[in-house]
């Protein structure tokens, strides 16, 4: 399918989507964020797609919400339309993980779809910050939530309350970020992570990936039950019998999803 703000790739079972408003820094508007869902479900149910890397330019991962599109907005068209809740329940619903991979600027909306990502690789240039606070607003799609559980309360107050950006190397030591890397070699590197993601069986990354956000929504005893069920429950997998014979013959698993 033919878009006119983000450029989709699938290179082998690696699906990159490169957002592509230069003009804007890549703002999210409501037709990129329409876009961007499409192609990502289209990616989730792709058979041959098994890891998804999200991108955008070398200066821009994303600089926000469109704030132009939204600056003569009022309460009430805000909350009937229920903004950026119909985006975030299409992204957060996807299944195969999504990898961010942020060069430049990844501010507001742009620094919250990353961390909407499984994880996020970033490039030595990269700038995070929520500077909606300048804005006469405050995040509206995980800003207060998510960063403060990346980087902590002190962090996510100072962020928030001062609009200052942070540094790669500031993100990756708050565990904003799981990886600083060159910016030359940002997308090279994420594809490379995300083939080795596709080498293992879908079974345990979505097993994974629902697992580990579980750990958002429950308590400690909760999640280690739930996690130790789903343990159990890939005993009943060719994967798990494939996998660990492989490591006994000393050889590389070939999974088949099964
Ligand atoms: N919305 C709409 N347009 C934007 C934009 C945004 N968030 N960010 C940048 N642009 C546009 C600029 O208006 C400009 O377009 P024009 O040339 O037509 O004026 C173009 O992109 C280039 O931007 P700048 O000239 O400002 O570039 P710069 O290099 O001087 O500055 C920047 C870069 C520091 C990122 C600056 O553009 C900036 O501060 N952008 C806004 C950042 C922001 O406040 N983001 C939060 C948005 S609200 C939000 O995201 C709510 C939420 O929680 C979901």
């Known amino acids: ?111 919250e779809l990353a961390m909407m990502c499984d994880f996020i690789i970033a490039a030595d240039n990269a700038k ?32 928030n309350l001062t609009g200052r950006f942070m540094d790669a190397e500031e993100a990756e030591r708050s565990g904003l970020v799981s990886r600083v890397v060159p910016a030359k070699t940002l997308l090279e590197e994420a594809q490379a992570i995300a083939a080795k993601i596709a080498e293992k069986s879908m079974l345990t990354t979505i097993a994974i990936k629902e697992s580990v956000n579980r750990s958002y929504e429950t308590t400690m005893t909760e999640g280690l039950l739930y996690e130790r069920r789903v343990f159990h429950s890939l005993f009943n997998t060719e994967d798990q019998k494939e996998g660990m014979a492989a490591f006994q013959e000393k050889r590389q698993a070939q999974f088949r999803d099964r």
């Open 128 to 159: 995070f910050g929520q500077p909606e606070i300048n804005l006469g607003v405050i995040p509206g799609m995980g800003g207060t939530q998510r960063l403060t559980r990346f980087v902590g309360k002190s962090k996510a107050m100072d962020m």
């Open 1 to 111: 399918m033919a878009y006119e703000t983000i450029i989709v790739e699938v290179e082998d079972s690696v699906c990159t989507i490169k957002l592509n408003r230069p003009e804007a820094l890549n703002a999210l508007n409501s037709h990129l964020l329409g876009e961007l869902c499409d192609a990502l479900q289209a990616a989730d149910q792709n058979d041959k797609v098994r890891c998804i890397v999200l991108t955008g330019s070398a200066k821009a991962f994303a600089a926000g919400a469109d704030i132009k599109e939204m600056s003569e907005k009022s309460f009430v068209d805000m909350f009937l339309s229920d903004f950026f809740g119909e985006p975030h329940r299409d992204f957060m619903a996807i299944r195969k993980p999504i990898i961010a991979a942020v060069a430049g600027y990844a501010l507001g909306g742009g620094c």
